[in-house]
Nanobody, 127 residues
Framework: QLQLVESGGRLVQPGGSLRLSCSAS????????IGWFRQAPGKEREGVSC????????HFADSLKGRFTISRDNAKNTVYLQMNSLKPEDTAVYLC????????????????????WGQGTQVTVSS
């Protein structure tokens, strides 16, 4: 019941844009900081970005800064990930999760503090 559901993933050409959505089920998003993660084939899960209750964003990887933007709409109980200038190496299953330990309103550096993981949505960047 207390889960997050991702949507919006699809096949897109290199250089294209895509907007992913993370919707809450069983709780309200504006009580938690929310993070986006991704897992490419044969690779471990890595953090993408996180947004706090105050709207401040944190980029887990400098390589994604300037291309990916995280935002939230508390009225719709949804967090978004806008992805621009997509590259083939961005191909992965994208997941969202909420901070469930420590300061749940702020973005932590530790992935272990996230919970309520969604099932993920597939993003494929290819010609």
């Amino acid at each position: 019941q207390l889960q997050l559901v991702e949507s919006g993933g699809r096949l897109v050409q290199p250089g294209g844009s895509l907007r992913l959505s993370c919707s809450a089920s069983g709780f309200i998003v504006d009580n938690y900081a929310i993070g986006w993660f991704r897992q490419a084939p044969g690779k471990e899960r890595e953090g993408v970005s996180c947004i706090s209750l105050s709207g401040e964003s944190t980029h887990f990887a400098d390589s994604l800064k300037g291309r990916f933007t995280i935002s939230r709409d508390n009225a719709k109980n949804t967090v978004y990930l806008q992805m621009n200038s997509l590259k083939p190496e961005d191909t992965a299953v994208y997941l969202c999760a909420a901070v469930v330990a420590g300061r749940v309103d702020a973005c932590p550096a530790r992935v272990t503090l996230f919970g309520f993981w969604g099932q993920g949505t597939q993003v494929t960047v290819s010609s």
